[in-house]
């Protein structure tokens, strides 16, 4: 499974036990300032019936930070 997001100048941070995504949180990766996705670890697998709840944060104070992604997988 990949994350993306369409903000620029903000940072994915991502759970996999169904819990509001935060600074704490797993981090997933930033989009720079062109819109391009930096990833340490792009892939994140899920064995077994998984709530992964996502959520960008901005960088900018120009801009909010997004709503909360949820999806189950199976």
């Known amino acids: 499974m990949t994350i993306s997001c369409d903000d620029?100048?903000?940072e994915i941070y991502y759970t996999l036990d169904g819990s509001f995504p935060n600074?704490?949180?797993n981090y997933y990766?930033?989009?720079d300032q062109d819109g391009?996705?930096?990833a340490p670890n792009p892939i994140i697998s899920i064995n077994s019936t998984t709530v992964v709840r996502a959520r960008a944060i901005?960088?900018?104070s120009s801009?909010?930070?997004s709503f909360v992604e949820t999806n189950t997988y199976f």
């Open 23 to 25: 600074e704490a949180s």
């Open 29 to 31: 990766g930033y989009i």
């Open 36 to 38: 391009v996705l930096i």
């Open 58 to 60: 901005s960088n900018s």
């Open 8 to 10: 620029i100048d903000a």
């Open 63 to 65: 801009f909010l930070n």
